[in-house]
């Protein structure tokens, strides 16, 4: 089982939850995480604790930016990143509530939005939206948007949608979240 805590530091409680792979005794889980959300995508640096599959992994590994890693080391040592991490998730726990008002106020009725501990998604679930068409026109519009059936192998989820919460509510991504609005609207199944 691979656990991927992408999403771990920027939890909004004051104690992060423990890792599923804390309960792992036999090293059969790979707990894995980045700081691709916390500082940049681009430096292409994360962390691994591999348990038994170690040996595995050092065969798959590639070249590691080296330089970044250091400079990200000395970031961490220095107290920097704890800092940010702060200002990081009081800056996303603001935006949840800014988001959460802006698509209570302009979603059909029933809609319902996660509460989430951190991150930098929100899920909302439409009742009676149809998925199928609405990941249709999301794709004409080139919205960037996830729609649920792509995070199961399972039939659930097919009335959610994921979007990203990451950016401040300025009138660029609010411009976004009405389209996104009215192709909901447009795609709500009729009993």
């Known amino acids: 089982m691979i656990e991927d805590d992408v999403y771990l530091e920027l939890s909004h409680h004051n104690q992060m939850p423990l890792p599923a792979s804390y309960y792992d005794m036999h090293g059969y889980m790979i707990w894995c995480g980045s700081v691709s959300k916390t500082l940049s995508p681009s430096y292409r640096v994360g962390w691994c604790r591999p348990g038994r599959y170690l040996d595995l992994i050092l065969k798959r590994s590639f070249g590691v930016p080296t330089l970044i890693q250091?400079?990200?080391a000395d970031f961490i040592d220095s107290g920097?990143?704890?800092k940010r991490l702060k200002h990081l998730r009081y800056r996303l726990a603001s935006q949840y509530q800014v988001y959460l008002n802006y698509l209570i106020e302009h979603l059909p009725e029933g809609s319902r939005v996660t509460q989430p501990d951190g991150g930098l998604v929100l899920w909302i679930q439409v009742p009676n939206l149809n998925i199928t068409q609405f990941q249709n026109a999301v794709q004409v519009e080139i919205l960037d948007i996830r729609v649920g059936p792509l995070f199961t192998s399972s039939n659930r989820y097919q009335d959610c949608?994921?979007?990203n919460m990451g950016f401040a509510l300025d009138e660029s991504v609010k411009k976004e979240l009405d389209k996104m609005?009215?192709?909901?609207n447009k795609n709500i199944a009729v009993d």
């Open 80 to 82: 920097a990143y704890a």
């Open 161 to 163: 949608i994921r979007i």
């Open 70 to 72: 250091f400079a990200i």
């Open 181 to 184: 609005i009215k192709l909901i």
